[in-house]
Nanobody, 123 residues
């Protein structure tokens, strides 16, 4: 079992930045691809981006490409989501998730999920 805990969310003005963290416990995440998803009120959970097991490959949703960056530190069992140039439409609960090795953009492909961290962007 892998337990995931997100942190780093908060209230930020449009144009601002945050760094979200996802720290795992229970087992090492070095063989897991790690995804970030978000869910706004009244909307489905959507793919934000993901990083493969060794950090060699990343993938992003078009809506965040060029603004968000995912990285990982397997020694710390932690994955990061750097979010820059935030927009009000980025307001959502952000979740991290884990699946074996390779990136998939679908929520159903992930085995483990955190509880989420709220990001609110004011205009």
């Amino acid at each position: 079992q892998v337990q995931l805990v997100e942190s780093g969310g908060g209230l930020v003005q449009a144009g601002g930045s945050l760094r979200l963290s996802c720290t795992a416990s229970g087992r090492t995440i070095s063989s897991y691809a790690m995804g970030w998803f978000r869910q706004a009120p009244g909307k489905d959970r959507e793919f934000v981006g993901a990083i493969n097991w060794n950090g060699a490959s990343t993938s992003y949703a078009d809506s965040v490409k060029g603004r968000f960056t995912i990285s990982r530190d397997n020694a710390k069992n932690t994955v990061y989501l750097q979010v820059n140039s935030l927009k009000p439409e980025d307001t959502a609960v952000y979740f991290c998730a884990a699946r074996p090795y390779h990136i998939v953009a679908m929520t159903t492909a992930y085995d483990y999920w955190g509880q989420g961290t709220q990001v609110t962007v004011s205009s």
